[in-house]
Structures are given as C-alpha cells and as structure tokens.
C-alpha cells in the first residue's frame, strides 16, 4: 500500500486523516516537525507523497527539484510527490480548493473589489485565482502600505477574504476587521474553518452579507491532492460528500428551553446513542465553583451567575462535536448567541408547561413559570435552529440522533 502524510509544525486537530480516508486507499499520518527536522525529514522518509501546512509551505521549495507552474507563480507547495529518482516534486492544491469554495460565484466576481486580509501563503493563493478572474484586489497587511490603520480608503470593497489565522480556535472570537465599516460588501470568506463561523461570518451573517468558511476549500484541496498521490480522478461527488462528513462531526448541538424540560437527561440519552461527549453547562459551574446553582443565586444573585454561565459557555462553545445542555437563562443573554452560533445547531426543547420540574430552580420559583414563558419563549424560537415537543426525553433523543445523522 502508498504510503502519505502531512508535514507542519502542530497537527493536533488536523482533518486531513478524515479526509484522505474518504478519498481512499492508501496509508495516510501526521508527521509534526520542528523546522531544524524538516531537510531531514524529507530525504529520509519512506513516504511516496507528503501534503505540507504551517509553516512549511514556503520551505519546502528548495527541496523541491522541479515545480508545477502554479506552485511556482503562487511561490507556494502543499502537496510534494515522490519521483522515481527519488527527488521531490512540488505542486499547489490550495488553488483548486479556493477555486471551489468560490463555485459559481467566481463567474460574478470579474472587476469586483477585494479586500484579502493577510499576506502569507494562503493569501498569495487567493491573490493568484483573483488575477486570473480578474477581481480588482487588494492585501491587507500589518506591515504594508495598506494596513489595517488605513481601511478607510478601502471602504467601498465589495468582498472581503480573510486569509489570517485571526479568529481561529482556540482564538475564537477575534475578528480582524469590522464589517460596519465597508458597506458595499456583499461577500464575505474566511478561510477558517474552526470554528464553522468565525466572529468575522457572524458579523456577515447579522449584516445580511454571504458568508463561507473554509471548509469546501479545505475538502477540495484534499481530494486534488489524493488524486495526485494516485494519479487517477475521483468520483466527482467526493468533496461534496466529504464537507458534510466533516460538517456533521464538527458540529456540536446545544440544548436549549425552559428550566426542567429535559435538556440534561436528552443530551445523557444522546450521549449514549451516539458515543458524543455530553456537557451540561449548570454542572460545569459546579464543578468550576464547588457552589451548587440555587446557592450561587441565593449569595451572589442572578447576575453573577449569568456571568459564570457565559463563562462555562465560551468554553465548552469553542469545542466541535459536543452534546450541550445550556442553562435555561441562557437566552437572557444576547453575547451568548455568538458563542452558541459559532459552531452548533441550537435545538429548543419545547415541553408542556404542566411538566416542568421546578425543583431546584431558582427563577422558576421566583418569578413563577406562566411570567418566564412569556419573557422566554419568543427567544427561545427565534436563537432554534430546530424544535422538538419533548414529552419523552429518550424517544426525543432518538428523533434528534436520526433527523440530525449524529
Ligand atoms: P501564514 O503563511 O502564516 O500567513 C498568515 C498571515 O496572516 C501572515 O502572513 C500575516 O500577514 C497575517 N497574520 C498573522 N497573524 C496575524 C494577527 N495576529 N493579526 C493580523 N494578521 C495576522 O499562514 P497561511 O498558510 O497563509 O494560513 C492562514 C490562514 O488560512 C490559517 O488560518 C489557515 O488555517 C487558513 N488556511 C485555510 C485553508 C483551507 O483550506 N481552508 C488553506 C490554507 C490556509 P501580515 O503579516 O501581512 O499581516
């Protein structure tokens, strides 16, 4: 059997394996290096073929005996095939992969104004497909003529790709730019892809602008560069079939409703059918503070406590493919939307008023369950993606599981 890898300095949460497999075949690993590693690496490895990322994509050239043209013009490899004498080949994938992501758009994009954040690899790569279209652009970058102290003179850009690692986890949150400050914008790329929406797509999403992430250009790339290590074409469904495996196991679900309506014991029984790690947002206080929820309200009031839980929230937010059971305030808050947004499908569970279970919950008791179902019922199904009658939590589990292929 081939034998392939990846090369780059941290590999930890890498899709590449994921999406090789699908392609098929052939061995394929993650080989972390330090750059004193890398000439080393190279000579000696086994490999047949190596895909390369941060921050080797530049380095590897000189090891390279001979380039395809568009590595060569986008002065960029990321994917190296071993030739019969034994040298290094080195060819660009990136470029197909961002020819993708953009699909048919591409065709509109002639004479449109680009603003690409960001002057390393993955830029030059944009810069290259937006030559060839075309599409009057311009880099964005700390230390160039145009930076980030003079965005005003690009106010009238009509796209806008971020091509920095700005924003991506751990680092969520983070956004390079602005989005209010350019109002002729009308697209929105970020070639991040965790989280599934950055605070940048967020933005674009709120002001009404397309927004794509980077995982179409991320399957693409994979799949031109399995059929390089192969030397054959794929079926022509594969990246298509491959951005939604990932899609599905990437997201998290978050649980939300009205306090006692089955969030926990749904997200236990769907941790259970599904093998997906459940995390309950109330519990985490607890086990972060030592205080139980009642008590944190009783001595530190409600604000405090809201505070905790977009704490525990941010957190447990950041992480892909989890079961989320949020506190049943949670929509009291407007930053939490973001958070929840940024990588879930949010399901309101949505009980009979008659079965709520009340024991050990403060503001049910307080306030009385008829007055917060009229402050929260309106938020709780405009933040759903989806709603579910919860009247058993085990059969509601399942319909989740099957409607949602977890
Ligand atoms: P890179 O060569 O390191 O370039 C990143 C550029 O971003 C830098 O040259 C820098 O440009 C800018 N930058 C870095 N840190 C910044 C900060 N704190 N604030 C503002 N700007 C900053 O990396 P790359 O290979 O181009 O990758 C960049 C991003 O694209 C990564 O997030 C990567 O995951 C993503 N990517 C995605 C795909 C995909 O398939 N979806 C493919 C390639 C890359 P200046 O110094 O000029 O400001």
Redesign the pocket.
């Known amino acids: 059997m081939e034998r392939f890898g990846l090369i780059g300095r941290k590999l930890g949460h890498s899709f590449s394996p994921d999406i090789h497999s699908m392609v098929g075949g052939y061995e394929y690993k993650l080989y972390p290096l330090e750059p004193e590693e890398l000439a080393l690496f190279l000579r000696d490895t086994e490999l047949d073929g190596i895909n390369v990322?941060?921050?080797y994509?530049k380095d590897v050239i000189p090891m390279c005996r001979e380039l395809s043209p568009r590595a060569k013009t986008i002065g960029s490899v990321n994917t190296m095939l071993r030739m019969t004498d034994g040298s290094w080949f080195g060819d660009n994938t990136?470029y197909y992969?961002f020819v993708y992501l953009l699909g048919r758009d591409a065709e509109t994009l002639k004479d449109k104004k680009a603003l690409v954040?960001?002057?390393?690899?993955?830029?030059q790569?944009v810069c290259a497909v937006f030559r060839e279209l075309g599409v009057s652009h311009t880099v964005i970058?700390?230390?160039?003529e145009n930076n980030y102290g003079n965005l005003s003179l690009h106010s009238d850009a009509e796209i806008i790709v971020n091509?920095?690692?700005?924003g991506?986890y751990p680092n969520n949150g983070e956004s390079?730019v602005n989005l209010g400050r350019f109002p002729r914008c009308r697209l929105v790329i970020d070639?991040?892809?965790n989280p599934t929406k950055t605070a940048l797509l967020l933005q674009a999403e709120e002001l009404g602008i397309t927004a794509r992430n980077?995982?179409a250009?991320?399957a693409a790339?994979g799949v031109k560069a399995g059929e390089l290590f192969l030397g054959k074409k794929s079926n022509e469904n594969l990246t298509e079939e491959i951005i939604e495996c990932i899609r599905r196991k990437t997201e998290s679900i978050v649980l939300i409703g009205m306090p006692g309506c089955g969030k926990t014991t749904v997200a236990q029984y769907l941790s259970e059918i599904t093998g997906r790690k459940a995390v309950d947002t109330d519990m985490l206080i607890y086990e972060q503070t030592g205080i139980r929820i009642p008590e944190i309200f009783s001595r530190y009031g409600e604000k405090h406590f809201r505070e905790l839980e977009t704490e525990a929230l941010r957190e447990v937010s950041k992480e892909s493919g989890l079961i989320i059971a949020a506190g049943g305030g949670v929509v009291t808050v407007p930053e939490n939307r973001a958070l929840i947004r940024q990588n879930s499908i949010c399901v309101f569970l949505d009980s009979d008023p008659s079965r709520l279970d009340v024991t050990d919950r403060p503001i049910s008791q307080t306030k009385g369950i008829k007055k917060l179902l009229e402050e929260r019922m309106p938020l709780y199904r405009s933040w759903s993606d989806r709603i579910y009658k919860n009247e058993n939590s085990h059969e509601t589990a399942i319909k989740i599981k099957e409607d949602m292929k977890l």
Request: hydrophobic content about 30%; proline content about 9%; aromatic content about 4%.
């Open positions: 990322t941060i921050p994509k990136d992969g954040l960001g002057s390393g690899g993955a830029s790569t970058s700390r230390t160039g091509t920095t690692p700005v991506m390079p070639l991040i892809y980077g995982l250009m991320l790339q």
